[in-house]
């Protein structure tokens, strides 16, 4: 008991200089949680956009040759066609489904209400790849393109605009550029404010475009799986199609390819450089606030330093001594310490709730919510015991060394 009196005496004869010891280190682990989550959140965010989408979609996108090859010039542009859908399809390995992708804009009309609409061709597997959400109705099929029906999906911003929030627009017919089109289907959209998007069956838009070549492929693939996979398969591809449409193999700006699992490792790259980031800044923060400490302990050590040699003068051990200063070290350290991780928890859970809360309130959800690892809470933690044992003990192990005649004659 005497033990425990001696250091909150200590600690209550200088309340100001404890307060405020301690909101540095209050406010370096609240800086350094909020962080984290707000980084844990972008990360969750980008996992589950990912993860909603196929994991295995390529895309190729038409350029313009950059080398000479072949007795062609530079500058040539290099579009796509059925052929090139066929020989996706049929000569080239790991290939599942293929959809080219054309696109109209133009504007919608029902009644007296219309708006801008910006309509995409595709076949009925743009749905797995775009990860087409339906709210209500059916998507387009493959009867569908076959018969190349006038039939939309709409997405949910232009059925708000045309029909009214709530209203079920399935079985009406909206009108395109002066084409009647059947409403088959609503999809969640993505928060145009400039109009609405829809899809309509590939070789629908085809044959009213009267378009025979097209700017983009997407396809499906089997069997890739790893890194390596896919960094040779886009290699074999672009060999490919270099035989195909007779440009360099080398030539990067001829054709553009992407995958899904690209996009993915190099979002995570740039996440987690961002997080090394977060991690250096509250890091920072947080020995600014340990070196606060470990100051104002060197201070309370030189102001007690008379009451050392004497308490040492009366056989006071330097083992009882270095415990009671490096135990007020910890005390600070962890106390307030603790307060600011707790404030730096609802900081995080209430920023997710109003996100939350937003996010529902909009067109388009982003699935960015601030989280908190136990894992930090953990390693928040420890850290401030190991910071707060060495604020206190490097002072301490000092005062220790003096003898107990200098001490007393300390001034």
């Not at 801008?116 to 109705?137: D, T």
């Not at 109009?195 to 983009?216: C, D, E, H």
């Not at 195909?244 to 740039?270: C, G, W």
């Amino acid at each position: 008991m005497d033990f425990w009196r001696e250091i909150f005496m200590a600690l209550g004869r200088n309340k100001l200089r404890t307060f405020l010891t301690g909101f540095a280190i209050s406010w370096g682990i609240f800086i350094l949680i909020v962080l984290l989550a707000a980084g844990n959140g972008v990360m969750n965010g980008i996992i589950a956009d990912f993860s909603s989408r196929s994991q295995n979609v390529y895309s190729l996108y038409g350029g313009e040759t950059s080398k000479p090859f072949k007795g062609h010039g530079t500058n040539r542009s290099i579009w796509f066609n059925d052929k090139d859908i066929r020989y996706l399809e049929n000569e080239v390995r790991n290939v599942d489904e293929v959809s080219p992708f054309i696109y109209l804009n133009g504007f919608a009309n029902f009644g007296d209400k219309s708006s801008s609409i910006y309509v995409s061709g595709a076949k009925p597997i743009i749905r797995k790849i775009f990860n087409v959400k339906l709210l209500e109705g059916r998507f387009i099929n493959e009867r569908d393109e076959k018969n190349s029906e006038k039939f939309i999906v709409i997405d949910d911003n232009l059925r708000n605009k045309l029909f009214g929030e709530g209203v079920s627009p399935l079985g009406q017919f909206v009108i395109v550029n002066n084409i009647a089109f059947k409403i088959i289907g609503v999809y969640e959209g993505e928060g145009r404010s400039d109009g609405g998007s829809s899809y309509v069956p590939f070789s629908t838009l085809k044959m009213i475009k009267s378009q025979n070549r097209y700017w983009a492929l997407h396809f499906t693939t089997t069997g890739l799986e790893t890194k390596e996979d896919n960094e040779a398969y886009i290699e074999y591809l672009r060999t490919r199609l270099a035989r195909l449409h007779e440009f360099d193999p080398d030539d990067q700006a001829a054709v553009y390819i992407s995958s899904t699992q690209e996009n993915y490792r190099q979002a995570m790259k740039i996440f987690n450089t961002i997080e090394l980031f977060i991690w250096i800044i509250g890091f920072a923060m947080l020995i600014s606030g340990i070196v606060g400490v470990s100051n104002i302990m060197r201070i309370t050590v030189k102001e007690r330093t008379n009451e050392i040699g004497i308490r040492k003068a009366l056989g006071a051990k330097s083992r009882s001594i270095l415990a009671s200063i490096v135990t007020e070290s910890m005390i600070i350290t962890t106390i307030f310490g603790y307060i600011g991780m707790w404030l730096g928890m609802v900081a995080a859970e209430v920023g997710g709730n109003i996100l939350e809360k937003v996010q529902e309130g909009k067109e388009i959800s982003l699935n960015i919510v601030p989280s908190i690892d136990i894992r930090i809470v953990l390693m928040a933690t420890a850290l401030l015991i190991v910071c707060g044992v060495l604020a206190g003990f490097f002072p301490a192990r000092n005062a220790v060394k003096i003898k107990p005649i200098e001490a007393m004659n300390y001034r």
